[in-house]
């Protein structure tokens, strides 16, 4: 678009910009642009040319080929019209699977769910499906799921660290908000056995297999669901000679298999039951990542707890890391441990 603008010397152009907005004449929506020694501000249409008096005194008026800035909200919240004590309850975040959202209401904003589910997709072209997320639930520690917008059929495609997960989250739990710490552990694996004992759809033990140098990788999930998937997404990412997922409770499978150099315990309510189970499984010298939702307040506790467990097995363990992975809630947080045994 052809506008009028002012052609001003780069080291004064910001000043020039506020005193342009004081005085109403900047072109709020249009780009700015620049050559090596001077910015061009469009000037706001319809002003009045006395206005420009002092501007023209000092500098050029020129004509402008300007475009409008992308003036998408930033936010989903922007486009929710409701009360002010409302809309503070809007979540600042939420998470998203493939084509998935899934967010958590106050049941204040349940009669606004189909607005708040439409401003999500307005801000998000990728995403097509809204379910509101009533929590985790039950030993597979399913999602309950309302979807709000789209189809029933929550069967998506997700992509974490380069890999490509398939999962229907009505069926089989997955957190994006892992994809990180992930990588991390996957990226310290070197020439090892390595046992996922609560694999889900795979995500520790693909990232393990794709970005670590492993040399195995066994995933146990007690869930049809999960096994279904996981082997599907073995497959997808070409690491069927990599990755192994067996089906079933890790309490009878574990003690079957040879032992481990690493083991992954992401059960996060319940991760403490399996710790003999996991440090039978291991070579001295070898490591479990243990996650757990704890209060920030009693992270020592747990750590005791650990190293008492471990003694009852007749392991010394050492705490060599551990991580606030993200919040849980006000007061608990998702805590990942690096442990060693001694
Ligand atoms: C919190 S999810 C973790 C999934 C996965 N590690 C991830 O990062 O997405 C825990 C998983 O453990 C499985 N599970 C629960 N109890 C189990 C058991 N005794 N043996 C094997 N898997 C179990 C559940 O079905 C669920 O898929």
Do not use: W
Request: hydrophobic content about 40%; charged content about 30%.
């Amino acid at each position: 678009m052809r506008v009028k603008g002012i052609k001003v010397p780069k080291e004064m152009g910001e000043l020039v910009r506020r005193k342009m907005i004081e005085n109403d004449l900047l072109s709020i929506g249009m780009r700015i642009i620049s050559d090596k020694y001077h910015i061009m501000i469009p000037i706001k249409e319809g002003v009045d040319h006395s206005d420009l008096l002092v501007l023209r005194k000092t500098f050029e008026i020129i004509d402008m080929d300007v475009d409008f800035l992308d003036q998408r909200p930033k936010s989903y919240k922007e486009l929710i019209d409701i009360d002010h004590s409302l809309k503070k309850l809007l979540p600042s975040s939420y998470d998203i699977l493939g084509d998935v959202c899934i967010i958590k209401l106050n049941r204040k904003l349940i009669p606004y769910r189909e607005k708040i589910a439409s401003s999500i997709i307005e801000v998000n072209k990728n995403i097509t499906k809204v379910a509101i997320d009533n929590g985790v639930k039950g030993e597979f520690r399913v999602r309950d799921l309302d979807v709000i917008i789209g189809s029933d059929d929550l069967e998506t495609m997700h992509l974490e660290n380069n890999l490509r997960f398939k999962l229907d989250p009505s069926k089989v739990y997955f957190s994006p908000r892992l994809a990180t710490e992930r990588m991390r552990i996957a990226t310290i694996v070197k020439n090892e056995r390595v046992l996922d004992m609560f694999s889900g759809v795979g995500p520790f033990s693909l990232n393990i297999a794709r970005h670590g140098t492993p040399r195995e990788v066994i995933g146990i999930d007690i869930n049809p669901s999960c096994h279904y998937y996981f082997k599907m997404n073995i497959s997808l990412n070409g690491l069927d000679d990599n990755v192994t997922a067996l089906m079933g409770d890790s309490s009878d499978i574990v003690p079957s298999l040879d032992r481990q150099d690493r083991v992954i315990m992401n059960l996060p309510h319940s991760s403490m039951e399996f710790i003999s189970i996991a440090l039978d499984v291991l070579h001295t010298g070898g490591y479990i990542h243990l996650y757990s939702v704890m209060d920030r307040s009693s992270i020592l506790d747990t750590v005791d707890r650990i190293i008492d467990s471990g003694r009852s097995s007749g392991k010394k363990l050492e705490i060599i890391g551990s991580r606030d992975v993200h919040n849980y809630s006000p007061t608990q947080s998702m805590i990942a441990l690096d442990i060693m045994v001694k």
